[in-house]
């Protein structure tokens, strides 16, 4: 089976790259990706020279350069990973969510359904559903109702999916999945934010009353998830996929600390984030059902072995802090708080 999976040098996407090459010997990947601020091809140099797999820079929201890639030919199943992910970006500016969240995906599936693709996987996010209070979790047939513009755009792209589905009988299939952690992570996003923070004894931002809950997934299991989906998920359907592990913020922070030998004083809450949800949480009990998945790496072990491979990796994080991170990270944390000591590495 050949895939064209996009987004496939962001973190997650090159994730299950990686994945789907080392455990089905028959399948080819064509990764297509724009290599935004978000995509690094050093996240998937180990299958570089892989005779199963191409790399084709491009836009999804492009429909040349969409109908390039198709007209190569042979696409059998399409997964589409490539969005714009951060919400805080999407605070900052949401256009290009929607350029490339909204429209990208309709044009990745006006050209899969000209060329008759027999499984078009789209990755989504449990931040559809919005927010939880205290009590439960999202189910497929949760309501849809997205906070940020990241959210939003998220959504639209799912609801777009799925038209494609009723409308025109392309063979679509929608996962909605938890945080997810592990090596690879641009630094934008919590966990890896707080290891750098912390290996360079900086001041670790954290939002509002650090109280927020999110389900912290490895990021291996969510291609686990993914491979199972574009084999097994049935048209026209969501699979929720999650760990169980739930964490507010400030607990997922300490243990980072802890792991590092790193003082609490290094915490700095900083100005809450608008809208911010407050706890998502999934039920899995669908994918129990139908294909007997369960995370298997628990929360400890998975944030032990990504601090690790952080620590490993400095060359990976010395690149990724290039002028325009720094620059983000001046213009975010800055204006979050006027008192934060430290508005980027040196
Ligand atoms: P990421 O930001 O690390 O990577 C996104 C990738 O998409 C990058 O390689 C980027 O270059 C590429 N891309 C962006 N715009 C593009 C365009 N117009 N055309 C082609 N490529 C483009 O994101 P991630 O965290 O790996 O997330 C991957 C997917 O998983 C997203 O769809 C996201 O919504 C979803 N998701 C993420 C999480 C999470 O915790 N990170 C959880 C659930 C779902
Ligand atoms: P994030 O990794 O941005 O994922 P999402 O917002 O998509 O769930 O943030 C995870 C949680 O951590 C969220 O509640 C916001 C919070 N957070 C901080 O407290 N400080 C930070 O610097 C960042 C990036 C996030």
């Not at 491009?58 to 890639?69: H, Y």
């Not at 906070?147 to 038209?163: E, M, Q, W």
Request: charged share 25%; proline share 5%.
């Amino acid at each position: 089976m050949k895939v064209l999976v996009t987004g496939g040098a962001g973190f997650i996407g090159s994730g299950f790259v990686r994945y789907i090459l080392r455990n089905r010997p028959e399948a080819g990947v064509i990764n297509f990706d724009l290599l935004t601020y978000a995509g690094n091809l050093r996240n998937v140099e180990e299958v570089a020279r892989d005779p199963r797999y191409r790399f084709v820079r491009g836009d999804i929201a492009n429909a040349d350069d969409v109908r390039g890639v198709f007209e190569g030919g042979g696409i059998d199943a399409v997964v589409n990973f490539a969005a714009e992910t951060h919400v805080d970006r999407s605070i900052d500016d949401a256009s290009p969510f929607v350029r490339t969240n909204v429209l990208g995906t309709q044009c990745l599936l006006d050209a899969a359904k000209k060329h008759g693709v027999a499984k078009f996987v789209q990755i989504s996010t449990d931040e559809v559903y919005g927010s939880l209070g205290p009590e439960g979790a999202f189910r497929e047939d949760s309501p849809i109702e997205p906070s940020s513009p990241y959210s939003a755009s998220k959504a639209g792209s799912d609801h777009l999916a799925f038209s494609y589905f009723k409308t025109y009988g392309l063979p679509v299939v929608i996962t909605r999945c938890s945080n997810n952690y592990g090596p690879y992570q641009f630094p934008e996003k919590l966990i890896p934010l707080m290891i750098m923070n912390a290996m360079d004894d900086k001041p670790l931002p954290v939002y509002g009353d650090g109280k927020n809950v999110r389900e912290w997934i490895f990021t291996d299991e969510h291609s686990r998830a993914v491979l199972t989906a574009l084999e097994r998920g049935n048209p026209g359907e969501v699979y929720n996929v999650g760990s169980g592990y739930e964490m507010t913020n400030i607990d997922v922070v300490r243990e980072i600390l802890r792991i590092l030998g790193k003082p609490e004083s290094l915490i700095k809450y900083v100005k809450d984030r608008p809208g911010h949800d407050r706890r998502y949480a999934i039920d899995t009990s669908k994918i129990r059902r139908e294909w007997n998945w369960s995370a298997e790496i628990g929360f400890s072990d998975g944030l032990a072995q990504t601090i690790e491979w952080y620590r490993t990796h400095q060359d990976w994080i010395r690149e990724i802090r290039d002028a325009s991170y720094l620059n983000y990270y001046e213009r975010m944390y800055t204006r979050r708080d006027q008192t934060l000591a430290w508005s980027g590495p040196e």
